[in-house]
């Protein structure tokens, strides 16, 4: 730096060559998975022949073929298909269904974090008490006894309760999270400077505390998407939640099984979208969490 | 300098972050005769701890010696050199900063201070035995009743005095001091200083005392090294060093150390901070502090030289100290 | 070593004092808990009485029923005469004619021999991988057993189950596939299949959380202090590394009960066997009130339990809980 510079010449902004960060790999991977499968589902008329509850019943139980690439199930109906076609109803009830708890349980965590020690009490002995539930064994009698219900808005029958059951479940993962990472941010210099210089308090919160505090559940969401996934298809392979029939990688397990030893692949392909999916979801929030912590 | 009663030599030690990381302590040369005790002083980051826990292998988990030597005498046989875990509870034990978190809290006093021995193959019984003498010799009142206590339940200066049971148990010749006051409050400290000077003398154990306090240090060692960014930078008898400090950084501890006797005396800092570790100045790393820093200073490091029985500096104005030129 | 009954006692009392609140919470949750039950099989649809005779029933015998299971008087005096039934161990009868409490006896040995497999398989695989983590952290081993238990907490429990059917039990003819064995070595055979699967997801939970805590401990100063002393190998990790540890993997452990309830469900209907999770799909299945209340009433109380019985143990390990 003993160069002098002459008047006005521009400073040269030296652009240092991006580094690669900790978690690029698991990010770029993650994102390809996941990328994928949203792509095969927009997509999903394009990419598969017919409609997933079309029955060729002359045609039962083939083997992978040219026409049926996973072959065909008991009804005749292509393997497929309905593969790809699951993703829409898994994706869509797992997003949905961590998405609504991830708000709701935010805006919980950052009440009490910021609230005074009473509220903050209350919010945590309840959320004591959801954790010590067992409450998907709770989901299964609950929907069991009062069946999948209709449909909702653009939501079909079944996913209505599968949706509210991940709210009650998962909103505390949430809320705990978020207040004690509000808590931890509130007591920051920074937020105190911006306290003490007069900024209004809900100018504190929007700039400072949330952005700060939201890195976490930022990353628990994607992993959360695909337990959401998983919980789905067990579910349904009980019997629960999304009705029987329907393209849907649980239901479609829980009917191969009575083919297990001839027909292994109806039920192997189902479970590796499954666990392809949920490793996508977790890869990005381990990369995200990586990258946080560096 | 080195005669034939060193208990302990580290030659060339040079300790770093991760693999080819930032070099955290610079070829560190130490020595220790017995009964003698060595104090090394120097400012938080300055690398005294790590010297000294490296002795035993006790760094922290990122960070490796990537250079160094030690050599160890056992009884009367004379020098060989060791690896650090040969020396742990085999000679050598140390006594930590943070009398709290160094006690196990699931395990009670007896236990804790009989766990060397135990490691051993001592029987249980006689490491209980051995253990009870240990809390006497240490000044534990009640030794019966505190070897069933939970560490929590003790004081900070008892605690202390349990630790030091149990740097004793395995029977040293050399002990290691990491700041073991500095956590207490300053009459206990003197009680522990005041302990650990009687043990000195009483088991004839060569000391490495560290600390960040030259009263303290002037006050138990012989002889005096001072760290400064990961370099020895002086060293000597701890009354010379004191009396004539040979560095202008010594110069500057000492004087900006309070006087209990003599005259008031306004209190000096020394201006500016210890240089970040990966970014150390070109030249004398205390060069840019420095007061009679010389063109040359900002170009070499000076290397540490021996300028007198016993005593080394590591300056090329040293001389201008000497003729008393104040900044 | 320096144990003394003394020392005991404090603990006990105070294990006793943490165990006594523990109870009082206990019959508050599951106050909540059958009140929850009881609203459940309010909302659901259907009467009780009408699905118990069939259609074809006449209404006088069904009013007959009707009053004879009280379902004609007011809510919360069926709430009430509901606890004090369940308090006198009498959960109603199925829809079958059934004693609930009897169906319970009769399959509640399997459901607890799939919780013990899972346990004796996920507890030692979680302790190992985690403490190969801890030691070797953020070298490659720690790398890929991280990656393996995120990883694995994403494959679906019942797939790995069909799998190992398809891939081990079949092929080999070792394991048998449905119900559990009668004798000792049947048992254990009938076990492992169905225990491994359930570990794979609980060993995976519990190495994420136990990597940390021991990392924790092995950082902490009082072992550098042990190592300063010369104590090394399996002294070190038994008496003073994993002492400091088994508190984490209690709680842990007991946090996590709910959701091994749940994977037992998953087990139970995968491989076939007649526990308490296969009779609480089955009943819900058909709407039999009785049998998912009493059910779920006993999973809900086997929760509350094992946190209950986790914070009691963990506090009585941790010697800072009692203050002289």
Same mark, same amino acid.
């Given at each position: 730096?003993?160069?002098?510079?002459?008047?006005?010449?521009?400073?040269?902004?030296?652009?240092?060559?991006?580094?690669?960060?900790r978690?690029?790999?698991?990010?770029?991977?993650?994102?390809?998975?996941?990328?994928?499968?949203?792509?095969?589902?927009?997509?999903?008329?394009?990419?598969?022949?017919?409609?997933?509850?079309?029955?060729?019943?002359?045609?039962?139980?083939?083997?992978?073929?040219?026409?049926?690439?996973?072959?065909?199930?008991?009804?005749?109906?292509?393997?497929?298909?309905?593969?790809?076609?699951?993703?829409?109803?898994?994706?869509?009830?797992?997003?949905?269904?961590?998405?609504?708890?991830?708000?709701?349980?935010?805006?919980?965590?950052?009440?009490?974090?910021?609230?005074?020690?009473?509220?903050?009490?209350?919010?945590?002995?309840?959320?004591?008490?959801?954790?010590?539930?067992?409450?998907?064994?709770?989901?299964?009698?609950?929907?069991?006894?009062?069946?999948?219900?209709?449909?909702?808005?653009?939501?079909?029958?079944?996913?209505?309760?599968?949706?509210?059951?991940?709210?009650?479940?998962?909103?505390?993962?949430?809320?705990?999270?978020?207040?004690?990472?509000?808590?931890?941010?509130?007591?920051?210099?920074?937020?105190?400077?911006?306290?003490?210089?007069?900024?209004?308090?809900?100018?504190?919160?929007?700039?400072?505390?949330?952005?700060?505090?939201?890195?976490?559940?930022?990353?628990?969401?994607?992993?959360?998407?695909?337990?959401?996934?998983?919980?789905?298809?067990?579910?349904?392979?009980?019997?629960?939640?999304?009705?029987?029939?329907?393209?849907?990688?649980?239901?479609?397990?829980?009917?191969?099984?009575?083919?297990?030893?001839?027909?292994?692949?109806?039920?192997?392909?189902?479970?590796?979208?499954?666990?392809?999916?949920?490793?996508?979801?977790?890869?990005?929030?381990?990369?995200?969490?990586d990258?946080?912590k560096s | 300098?080195?005669?034939?009663?060193?208990?302990?030599?580290?030659?060339?030690?040079?300790?770093?972050a991760g693999q080819?990381?930032?070099?955290?302590?610079?070829?560190?040369?130490?020595?220790?005769?017995?009964?003698?005790?060595?104090?090394?002083?120097?400012?938080?980051?300055?690398?005294?701890?790590?010297?000294?826990?490296?002795?035993?292998?006790?760094?922290p988990p990122a960070?490796?010696?990537?250079?160094?030597?030690?050599?160890?005498?056992?009884?009367?046989?004379?020098?060989?050199?060791?690896?650090?875990?040969?020396?742990?509870?085999?000679?050598?034990?140390?006594?930590?900063?943070?009398?709290?978190?160094?006690?196990?809290?699931?395990?009670?006093?007896?236990?804790?201070?009989?766990?060397?021995?135990?490691?051993?193959?001592?029987?249980?019984?006689?490491?209980?035995?051995?253990?009870?003498?240990?809390?006497?010799?240490?000044?534990?009142?009640?030794?019966?009743?505190?070897?069933?206590?939970?560490?929590?339940?003790?004081?900070?200066?008892?605690?202390?005095?349990?630790?030091?049971?149990?740097?004793?148990?395995?029977?040293?010749?050399?002990?290691?001091?990491?700041?073991?006051?500095?956590?207490?409050?300053?009459?206990?400290?003197?009680?522990?200083?005041?302990?650990?000077?009687?043990?000195?003398?009483?088991?004839?154990?060569?000391?490495?005392?560290?600390?960040?306090?030259?009263?303290?240090?002037?006050?138990?060692?012989?002889?005096?090294?001072?760290?400064?960014?990961?370099?020895?930078?002086?060293?000597?008898?701890?009354?010379?060093?004191?009396?004539?400090?040979?560095?202008?950084?010594?110069?500057?501890?000492?004087?900006?150390?309070?006087?209990?006797?003599?005259?008031?005396?306004?209190?000096?800092?020394?201006?500016?901070?210890?240089?970040?570790?990966?970014?150390?100045?070109?030249?004398?790393?205390?060069?840019?502090?420095?007061?009679?820093?010389?063109?040359?200073?900002?170009?070499?490091?000076?290397?540490?030289?021996?300028?007198?029985?016993?005593?080394?500096?590591?300056?090329?104005?040293?001389?201008?100290?000497?003729?008393?030129?104040?900044? | 070593?320096?144990?003394?009954?003394?020392?005991?006692?404090?603990?006990?009392?105070?294990?006793?004092?943490?165990?006594?609140?523990?109870?009082?919470?206990?019959?508050?949750?599951?106050?909540?808990?059958?009140?929850?039950?009881?609203?459940?099989?309010?909302?659901?649809?259907?009467?009780?009485?009408?699905?118990?005779?069939?259609?074809?029933?006449?209404?006088?015998?069904?009013?007959?029923?009707?009053?004879?299971?009280?379902?004609?008087?007011?809510?919360?005096?069926?709430?009430?005469?509901?606890?004090?039934?369940?308090?006198?161990?009498?959960?109603?009868?199925?829809?079958?004619?059934?004693?609930?409490?009897?169906?319970?006896?009769?399959?509640? =040995?399997?459901? /607890?021999? &799939? $919780?013990?497999?899972?346990?004796?398989?996920?507890?030692?695989?979680?302790? !190992? +991988?985690?403490? %190969?983590a801890a030691w070797f952290r953020d070298r490659t081993v720690d790398h890929a057993i991280r990656?393996?238990?995120?990883?694995?907490?994403?494959?679906?429990?019942?797939?790995?189950?069909?799998?190992?059917?398809?891939?081990?039990?079949?092929?080999?003819?070792?394991?048998?596939?449905?119900?559990?064995?009668?004798?000792?070595?049947?048992?254990?055979?009938?076990?492992?299949?169905?225990?491994?699967?359930?570990?794979?997801?609980?060993?995976?939970?519990?190495?994420?959380?136990?990597r940390s805590?021991?990392i924790?401990?092995l950082d902490?100063?009082?072992?550098?202090?042990?190592?300063?002393?010369?104590?090394?190998?399996?002294?070190?990790?038994?008496?003073?590394?994993?002492?400091?540890?088994? =508190?984490?993997? /209690?709680? &842990? $452990?007991?946090?996590?009960?709910?959701?091994?309830?749940?994977?037992?469900? !998953? +087990?139970?209907? %995968?491989?076939?066997?007649?526990?308490?999770?296969?009779?609480?799909?089955?009943?819900?299945?058909?709407?039999?009130?009785?049998?998912?209340?009493?059910?779920?009433?006993?999973?809900?109380?086997?929760?509350?339990?094992?946190?209950?019985?986790?914070?009691?143990?963990?506090?009585?390990?941790?010697?800072?809980?009692?203050?002289?």
């Amino acid at each position: 730096m003993t160069a002098t510079l002459k008047a006005g010449e521009e400073v040269p902004r030296t652009r240092q060559p991006r580094r690669r960060r900790r978690g690029d790999g698991k990010l770029a991977v993650g994102a390809v998975i996941v990328g994928l499968f949203v792509l095969a589902a927009i997509f999903a008329p394009l990419i598969t022949s017919g409609h997933p509850a079309d029955q060729d019943l002359l045609n039962r139980l083939a083997p992978p073929s040219q026409a049926h690439i996973l072959g065909t199930d008991q009804l005749g109906r292509d393997e497929w298909t309905r593969l790809v076609h699951a993703i829409r109803i898994d994706l869509r009830v797992a997003a949905l269904g961590s998405l609504i708890p991830a708000i709701l349980g935010s805006l919980i965590g950052i009440v009490a974090g910021l609230g005074n020690h009473w509220l903050d009490a209350a919010i945590m002995r309840t959320s004591d008490i959801v954790v010590s539930l067992p409450l998907f064994v709770f989901f299964i009698a609950l929907v069991g006894l009062l069946g999948p219900g209709t449909g909702f808005l653009f939501l079909d029958p079944g996913e209505l309760p599968l949706i509210i059951g991940f709210t009650v479940i998962s909103w505390v993962v949430y809320a705990r999270l978020l207040r004690s990472e509000v808590r931890r941010v509130r007591s920051m210099d920074y937020v105190r400077a911006a306290r003490l210089g007069g900024l209004p308090r809900w100018r504190v919160i929007t700039w400072h505390i949330v952005p700060n505090a939201i890195g976490q559940s930022i990353v628990y969401f994607f992993v959360d998407v695909g337990l959401a996934v998983v919980a789905i298809s067990t579910l349904s392979f009980l019997g629960v939640g999304i009705p029987i029939g329907t393209p849907e990688w649980g239901s479609m397990i829980q009917a191969g099984r009575n083919v297990i030893q001839t027909n292994w692949w109806l039920i192997a392909a189902p479970g590796a979208a499954i666990a392809l999916i949920g490793m996508g979801l977790a890869l990005i929030g381990d990369g995200l969490d990586d990258r946080i912590k560096s | 300098m080195t005669g034939t009663e060193a208990v302990i030599e580290i030659a060339n030690l040079s300790i770093a972050a991760g693999q080819g990381g930032v070099t955290l302590v610079d070829d560190v040369s130490l020595h220790v005769d017995a009964g003698e005790c060595l104090g090394i002083v120097g400012e938080s980051g300055s690398g005294k701890s790590l010297t000294l826990r490296s002795v035993l292998g006790l760094l922290p988990p990122a960070l490796h010696q990537t250079r160094g030597t030690m050599r160890f005498q056992r009884e009367n046989e004379g020098l060989h050199s060791v690896g650090p875990r040969e020396l742990r509870g085999r000679g050598v034990s140390m006594i930590f900063q943070e009398p709290m978190s160094s006690l196990n809290p699931t395990m009670r006093i007896g236990d804790l201070v009989a766990a060397g021995q135990r490691a051993r193959g001592m029987s249980r019984r006689a490491a209980a035995g051995q253990a009870l003498r240990l809390l006497a010799e240490v000044g534990v009142p009640h030794p019966e009743q505190r070897a069933r206590a939970w560490p929590h339940q003790l004081s900070g200066g008892l605690r202390q005095r349990v630790m030091i049971a149990m740097a004793l148990s395995v029977e040293p010749t050399l002990l290691l001091c990491d700041e073991p006051t500095t956590a207490l409050d300053t009459t206990v400290q003197d009680q522990i200083l005041t302990l650990v000077e009687r043990l000195r003398i009483e088991r004839g154990l060569a000391l490495i005392f560290v600390s960040h306090d030259l009263s303290v240090i002037s006050r138990i060692a012989n002889r005096t090294a001072v760290m400064y960014a990961g370099r020895v930078i002086e060293q000597g008898p701890t009354h010379a060093l004191v009396d004539n400090p040979r560095h202008p950084y010594t110069r500057a501890l000492i004087e900006s150390m309070p006087q209990l006797h003599g005259p008031p005396t306004r209190l000096r800092t020394i201006s500016g901070s210890p240089p970040t570790a990966g970014r150390l100045p070109a030249g004398c790393r205390f060069a840019p502090r420095c007061p009679l820093a010389a063109d040359a200073c900002h170009e070499a490091d000076p290397p540490l030289l021996s300028i007198g029985p016993h005593r080394s500096t590591a300056c090329f104005r040293q001389t201008a100290l000497n003729a008393g030129e104040q900044p | 070593m320096f144990g003394t009954v003394k020392g005991r006692e404090g603990r006990f009392v105070v294990a006793m004092r943490v165990l006594l609140g523990r109870l009082f919470q206990l019959i508050l949750v599951l106050l909540a808990v059958t009140l929850v039950v009881f609203v459940l099989t309010q909302i659901a649809p259907g009467d009780a009485a009408r699905l118990r005779l069939g259609p074809r029933a006449s209404p006088e015998a069904v009013s007959e029923l009707r009053h004879q299971l009280g379902l004609d008087r007011g809510l919360p005096r069926q709430y009430l005469a509901y606890i004090i039934r369940v308090l006198h161990g009498d959960f109603g009868t199925s829809i079958d004619g059934q004693h609930v409490s009897s169906i319970i006896g009769q399959r509640i =040995g399997d459901t /607890l021999w &799939l $919780l013990l497999g899972t346990l004796m398989f996920a507890v030692p695989a979680a302790l !190992i +991988l985690a403490w %190969t983590a801890a030691w070797f952290r953020d070298r490659t081993v720690d790398h890929a057993i991280r990656l393996g238990v995120l990883l694995a907490m994403f494959l679906p429990a019942f797939w790995v189950g069909f799998l190992l059917i398809r891939l081990v039990a079949m092929p080999t003819g070792w394991f048998p596939v449905a119900d559990l064995g009668s004798g000792p070595g049947d048992l254990i055979r009938s076990l492992v299949l169905p225990s491994v699967t359930g570990a794979i997801l609980l060993t995976a939970i519990l190495v994420r959380s136990l990597r940390s805590s021991l990392i924790d401990v092995l950082d902490s100063e009082y072992i550098a202090v042990a190592r300063s002393l010369g104590v090394g190998g399996s002294t070190l990790i038994v008496r003073h590394v994993l002492r400091n540890a088994v =508190g984490p993997v /209690l709680t &842990l $452990l007991a946090l996590n009960v709910g959701y091994l309830f749940f994977g037992v469900v !998953i +087990l139970e209907a %995968t491989f076939n066997i007649p526990g308490l999770g296969s009779a609480l799909v089955e009943a819900s299945a058909k709407r039999d009130v009785y049998t998912v209340q009493g059910i779920t009433l006993l999973f809900a109380a086997g929760v509350v339990l094992a946190n209950i019985l986790g914070e009691t143990v963990v506090s009585m390990l941790d010697p800072r809980t009692v203050s002289t």
